[in-house]
T-cell receptor, first 113, second 118 residues
Framework: KQEVTQIPAALSVPEGENLVLNCSFT??????LQWFRQDPGKGLTSLLL?????REQTSGRLNASLDKSSGRSTLYIAASQPGDSATYLC????????????FGEGTQLTVNP | NAGVMQNPRHLVRRRGQEARLRCSPM?????VYWYRQLPEEGLKFMVY????????ESGMPKERFSAEFPKEGPSILRIQQVVRGDSAAYFC????????????????FGEGSRLTVL
């Protein structure tokens, strides 16, 4: 059974700092990994999708890396802003479970002005 | 291109009543997924449907919960005889393709329906 863990559970940083969020998964037979952002009381916004054959994806100030063999992914946020404050969720899709995603419990990020 | 639309956004029910949550996928998407987020917990998969077919319902509670995605109209998640433990945010997601190996398989989520059972 796939398990996804995100560390840290919460993170508070001053504005402008670069930061890294971590995601690990127990079963490396994944099809892809997706990072989401969730604002309080809102839905999920897809940030980056990394296929199992890829090593990283970039979008603006965000960079996600994937090390499938070690079961790890990181989300790097450059020059953080107060508007980045949200919960960041990592989710993996298995090779054999169709389109079902297994989610981590998220990292709650607060960027202080 | 409108996103995934869910309604109602908030629903209050008393114990024993029925809750019906609706989800219209993004235009062009024929695969729908329901997830539940209990308070202080992560999202958990419930069910995966295509038009008129339930593909994977392994995450659905065995009793009181059902889902459908008819040929016409939105997908419906139905909870009968609700209990306080059903209070949660229910999220719907859609994708244009659903099978591993066919397309990127990126999921797009709606804003969720928040059910409160009194």
């Amino acid at each position: 059974k796939q398990e996804v863990t995100q560390i840290p559970a919460a993170l508070s940083v001053p504005e402008g700092e670069n930061l890294v969020l971590n995601c690990s998964f127990t079963d490396s037979a994944i099809y892809n990994l997706q990072w989401f952002r969730q604002d309080p009381g809102k839905g999920l916004t897809s940030l980056l999708l990394i296929q199992s054959s890829q090593r990283e994806q970039t979008s603006g100030r965000l960079n996600a890396s994937l090390d499938k063999s070690s079961g790890r992914s990181t989300l790097y946020i450059a020059a953080s802003q107060p508007g980045d404050s949200a919960t960041y969720l990592c989710a993996v899709r298995q090779e054999t479970s169709g389109s079902r995603l297994t989610f981590g419990e998220g990292t709650q990020l607060t960027v202080n002005p | 291109n409108a996103g995934v639309m869910q309604n109602p956004r908030h629903l209050v029910r008393r114990r024993g009543q029925e809750a019906r949550l609706r989800c219209s996928p993004m235009k062009g998407h024929s695969h729908v997924y329901w997830y539940r987020q209990l308070p202080e917990e992560g999202l958990k998969f419930m069910v995966y449907l295509q038009k008129e077919n339930i593909i994977d319902e392994s995450g659905m509670p065995k009793e009181r919960f059902s889902a459908e995605f008819p040929k016409e109209g939105p997908s419906i998640l139905r909870i009968q005889q609700v209990v306080r433990g059903d209070s949660a945010a229910y999220f719907c997601a859609s994708s244009p393709t659903g099978l591993a190996g066919v397309g990127p398989g990126e999921l797009f989520f709606g804003e969720g329906s928040r059910l409160t059972v009194l």
